[in-house]
């Protein structure tokens, strides 16, 4: 069974900067796009960026300039660097994953249960 995990959110001060990981495990024959999503208070998840197992990435408008997607395949793991957060950045941010495993070899997207961002004004 594959699973994310999610790490890295809190606490932050506007202007300050944090450091997302999402580590996948079980049985994994590879791993295609990984993905961050969030979602604020009253309303609907929304896409923050993406990057596909090529290494191109995708942003949302609103993000565009302060946060940094990565991934290191050898350690089933993608991150996002937030900097110059602001009190919009607060929300829970999911992590994405399509993931082909031996149980599931189609690709299958898989989520993680969240991480709380919470930014201070």
């Known amino acids: 069974q594959v699973q994310l995990v999610e790490s890295g959110g809190g606490l932050v001060q506007s202007g300050g900067s944090l450091r997302l990981s999402c580590a996948a495990s079980g049985s994994i024959l590879s791993i295609n796009a990984m993905g961050w999503y969030r979602q604020a208070p009253g309303k609907q998840r929304e896409l923050v960026a993406t990057?596909?197992?090529?290494?191109?990435?995708n942003y949302a408008d609103s993000v565009k300039g302060r946060f940094t997607i990565s991934r290191d395949d050898a350690k089933n793991t993608v991150y996002l660097q937030m900097n110059s957060l602001n009190a919009e950045d607060t929300a829970v941010y999911y992590c994405?994953?399509?993931?082909?495993?031996?149980?599931?070899?189609?690709?299958?997207?898989?989520w993680g249960k969240g991480t709380l961002v919470t930014v201070s004004s």
């Open positions: 990057i596909t197992s090529g290494g191109i990435t």
């Open positions: 994405n994953q399509n993931i082909r495993s031996f149980l599931r070899p189609k690709p299958q997207d898989y």
